[in-house]
Protein backbone atom coordinates (compact mmCIF):
# COMPACT_ATOMS: atom_id res chain seq x y z
CA UNK A 1 0.00 0.00 0.00
CA UNK A 2 1.13 3.64 -0.62
CA UNK A 3 1.72 6.02 1.91
CA UNK A 4 -0.71 8.21 2.33
CA UNK A 5 -1.05 12.24 2.16
CA UNK A 6 -1.86 14.85 4.36
CA UNK A 7 -4.70 15.17 3.12
CA UNK A 8 -5.85 11.23 2.65
CA UNK A 9 -4.34 10.45 6.46
CA UNK A 10 -6.47 13.75 7.74
CA UNK A 11 -9.65 12.22 6.28
CA UNK A 12 -9.14 8.68 7.49
CA UNK A 13 -8.92 9.86 10.64
CA UNK A 14 -11.99 11.76 10.22
CA UNK A 15 -13.51 8.45 9.50
CA UNK A 16 -13.68 8.11 13.29
CA UNK A 17 -13.13 11.07 14.60
CA UNK A 18 -15.97 12.66 13.01
CA UNK A 19 -15.03 16.67 13.85
CA UNK A 20 -14.11 19.24 11.36
CA UNK A 21 -13.67 22.04 13.68
CA UNK A 22 -9.93 20.94 14.65
CA UNK A 23 -8.25 20.69 11.77
CA UNK A 24 -5.27 22.36 12.42
CA UNK A 25 -4.58 20.74 15.81
CA UNK A 26 -5.17 17.17 14.00
CA UNK A 27 -2.17 18.15 11.83
CA UNK A 28 -0.41 18.99 14.43
CA UNK A 29 -1.17 15.77 16.42
CA UNK A 30 0.06 13.79 13.57
CA UNK A 31 3.58 15.85 13.20
CA UNK A 32 4.16 15.05 17.03
CA UNK A 33 2.71 11.62 17.52
CA UNK A 34 5.51 11.09 14.25
CA UNK A 35 7.89 12.67 15.83
CA UNK A 36 7.29 10.15 19.32
CA UNK A 37 7.67 7.28 17.27
CA UNK A 38 10.41 8.24 16.07
CA UNK A 39 12.31 9.14 18.97
CA UNK A 40 11.32 6.28 20.70
CA UNK A 41 12.36 3.91 18.16
CA UNK A 42 15.08 3.12 15.46
CA UNK A 43 12.83 2.26 12.32
CA UNK A 44 14.23 0.95 9.08
CA UNK A 45 13.00 3.56 6.97
CA UNK A 46 14.85 6.16 8.89
CA UNK A 47 17.76 4.66 8.75
CA UNK A 48 20.80 6.53 7.15
CA UNK A 49 24.62 6.82 6.46
CA UNK A 50 26.87 10.00 6.12
CA UNK A 51 30.03 8.80 5.11
CA UNK A 52 31.20 12.67 4.13
CA UNK A 53 32.03 14.25 7.39
CA UNK A 54 35.01 16.12 7.78
CA UNK A 55 36.88 18.46 9.65
CA UNK A 56 38.64 20.37 6.92
CA UNK A 57 40.51 23.42 9.85
CA UNK A 58 43.73 22.06 11.32
CA UNK A 59 43.42 22.02 15.01
CA UNK A 60 40.42 21.49 14.84
CA UNK A 61 38.72 18.39 16.63
CA UNK A 62 34.69 18.85 16.68
CA UNK A 63 31.91 17.94 13.80
CA UNK A 64 28.24 19.17 13.84
CA UNK A 65 25.68 16.46 13.77
CA UNK A 66 23.60 16.75 10.74
CA UNK A 67 20.47 18.68 11.10
CA UNK A 68 18.40 16.03 10.86
CA UNK A 69 19.71 13.83 13.32
CA UNK A 70 17.55 11.58 15.44
CA UNK A 71 19.73 8.24 17.03
CA UNK A 72 23.27 7.56 16.50
CA UNK A 73 23.36 3.70 15.53
CA UNK A 74 27.02 2.24 16.32
CA UNK A 75 29.78 4.31 16.44
CA UNK A 76 31.62 6.40 14.31
CA UNK A 77 34.30 5.07 11.79
CA UNK A 78 37.33 7.04 10.93
CA UNK A 79 38.05 6.92 7.21
CA UNK A 80 41.61 7.19 5.88
CA UNK A 81 45.21 5.85 5.84
CA UNK A 82 44.22 3.65 8.90
CA UNK A 83 40.52 3.06 9.17
CA UNK A 84 39.06 2.32 12.43
CA UNK A 85 35.92 2.08 14.60
CA UNK A 86 36.23 5.34 17.22
CA UNK A 87 35.89 4.59 21.06
CA UNK A 88 32.56 6.17 22.39
CA UNK A 89 33.49 7.84 25.68
CA UNK A 90 31.74 10.46 28.14
CA UNK A 91 32.24 14.33 28.31
CA UNK A 92 33.56 14.11 31.31
CA UNK A 93 36.32 11.25 30.61
CA UNK A 94 37.07 13.10 27.48
CA UNK A 95 38.18 16.30 29.29
CA UNK A 96 40.07 14.20 31.61
CA UNK A 97 42.12 12.22 29.19
CA UNK A 98 42.63 15.31 26.29
CA UNK A 99 42.48 18.45 28.72
CA UNK A 100 44.12 20.95 26.47
CA UNK A 101 42.28 20.28 23.05
CA UNK A 102 42.15 24.07 22.76
CA UNK A 103 46.13 24.59 22.98
CA UNK A 104 47.86 25.87 20.86
CA UNK A 105 50.51 23.68 20.96
CA UNK A 106 48.04 20.74 21.23
CA UNK A 107 48.99 17.49 20.30
CA UNK A 108 48.01 15.66 17.33
CA UNK A 109 47.64 12.16 16.65
CA UNK A 110 45.61 9.87 14.79
CA UNK A 111 41.88 10.16 16.36
CA UNK A 112 40.68 7.16 18.35
CA UNK A 113 38.05 8.10 20.23
CA UNK A 114 34.69 10.67 20.31
CA UNK A 115 31.61 11.69 22.74
CA UNK A 116 28.72 13.48 21.43
CA UNK A 117 27.99 16.84 23.24
CA UNK A 118 26.16 20.06 22.95
CA UNK A 119 25.08 18.62 19.23
CA UNK A 120 28.48 18.08 18.40
CA UNK A 121 30.85 15.17 17.88
CA UNK A 122 34.34 15.73 19.99
CA UNK A 123 37.16 13.73 18.52
CA UNK A 124 40.28 13.05 20.23
CA UNK A 125 43.45 13.34 19.88
CA UNK A 126 43.00 16.37 18.26
CA UNK A 127 43.23 14.63 14.29
CA UNK A 128 47.05 15.30 12.67
CA UNK A 129 45.11 15.70 9.11
CA UNK A 130 42.19 17.34 7.61
CA UNK A 131 41.59 14.78 4.63
CA UNK A 132 40.07 11.79 7.17
CA UNK A 133 36.27 11.97 6.72
CA UNK A 134 33.98 10.07 9.30
CA UNK A 135 30.81 8.18 8.86
CA UNK A 136 28.11 7.43 11.26
CA UNK A 137 24.91 5.56 10.64
CA UNK A 138 21.78 7.16 12.03
CA UNK A 139 18.04 7.92 12.26
CA UNK A 140 16.23 11.09 10.53
CA UNK A 141 14.00 13.17 12.46
CA UNK A 142 11.10 14.40 10.61
CA UNK A 143 11.63 18.18 9.79
CA UNK A 144 8.09 19.91 8.56
CA UNK A 145 4.81 19.89 10.21
CA UNK A 146 2.22 17.67 8.50
CA UNK A 147 -0.04 19.92 6.31
CA UNK A 148 -2.97 18.30 3.74
CA UNK A 149 0.02 19.19 0.54
CA UNK A 150 2.52 16.71 2.47
CA UNK A 151 3.27 13.75 0.01
CA UNK A 152 3.95 11.04 2.09
CA UNK A 153 3.31 10.98 5.85
CA UNK A 154 5.24 8.76 7.63
CA UNK A 155 4.55 4.91 8.87
CA UNK A 156 1.31 5.21 6.78
CA UNK A 157 2.10 2.75 3.72
CA UNK A 158 1.94 0.14 6.56
CA UNK A 159 0.82 1.13 9.96
CA UNK A 160 -1.89 3.54 9.42
CA UNK A 161 -4.03 2.28 11.83
CA UNK A 162 -1.20 2.80 14.57
CA UNK A 163 -0.86 6.09 13.75
CA UNK A 164 -4.44 6.73 13.67
CA UNK A 165 -5.31 5.45 16.95
CA UNK A 166 -2.17 7.28 18.62
CA UNK A 167 -2.91 10.71 16.79
CA UNK A 168 -6.72 9.77 18.43
CA UNK A 169 -5.38 9.70 21.79
CA UNK A 170 -3.51 12.99 21.39
CA UNK A 171 -6.56 14.81 20.13
CA UNK A 172 -8.81 13.32 22.92
CA UNK A 173 -6.18 14.20 25.86
CA UNK A 174 -5.77 17.55 24.56
CA UNK A 175 -9.95 18.01 24.37
CA UNK A 176 -9.87 16.68 27.84
CA UNK A 177 -11.85 13.06 27.46
CA UNK A 178 -8.98 11.40 29.36
CA UNK A 179 -11.29 8.14 29.15
CA UNK A 180 -11.83 8.34 25.27
CA UNK A 181 -7.98 9.23 25.28
CA UNK A 182 -7.13 5.96 27.38
CA UNK A 183 -9.40 3.82 25.52
CA UNK A 184 -7.09 4.71 21.84
CA UNK A 185 -3.77 5.08 23.85
CA UNK A 186 -4.28 1.55 24.64
CA UNK A 187 -4.80 0.06 21.76
CA UNK A 188 -2.10 2.34 19.80
CA UNK A 189 0.92 1.00 22.21
CA UNK A 190 -0.54 -2.19 21.66
CA UNK A 191 0.14 -1.99 17.97
CA UNK A 192 2.94 -0.32 17.97
CA UNK A 193 4.33 -2.84 20.27
CA UNK A 194 3.87 -5.32 16.91
CA UNK A 195 5.24 -2.99 14.59
CA UNK A 196 8.57 -2.92 16.74
CA UNK A 197 8.80 -6.16 16.74
CA UNK A 198 8.20 -6.74 12.95
CA UNK A 199 10.95 -4.38 12.78
CA UNK A 200 13.20 -6.37 14.81
CA UNK A 201 12.53 -9.51 12.86
CA UNK A 202 13.61 -8.13 9.69
CA UNK A 203 16.90 -7.09 11.07
CA UNK A 204 17.55 -9.95 13.73
CA UNK A 205 20.70 -12.26 11.86
CA UNK A 206 21.56 -15.42 12.92
CA UNK A 207 24.67 -16.11 15.08
CA UNK A 208 27.04 -18.95 14.07
CA UNK A 209 28.43 -20.91 16.39
CA UNK A 210 31.49 -23.33 16.80
CA UNK A 211 31.74 -25.99 18.52
CA UNK A 212 34.88 -28.53 19.94
CA UNK A 213 33.96 -31.74 20.46
CA UNK A 214 36.54 -32.38 22.98
Known sequence: MASLTGLEFYNYILRVFKRTDKETEIYEAITDVIMDIKLRYTFEDFKTVKADL??????????DIPVDFGHLIGDIVLQGDTDRVLTKISKPKYDELYPEQTASDVSTGVP????????????????DKTTYTYQINYTTEAETQIISSTDDVPFTDKYRWVLRSLVLAEMYYNMGNDVEAQKWEQRGEAKLGIMVASEQNNIDYSVNLEFNDL
Open 54 to 63: TIPVANDYTI
Open 112 to 127: LYYCLFGNKFYIAPVP
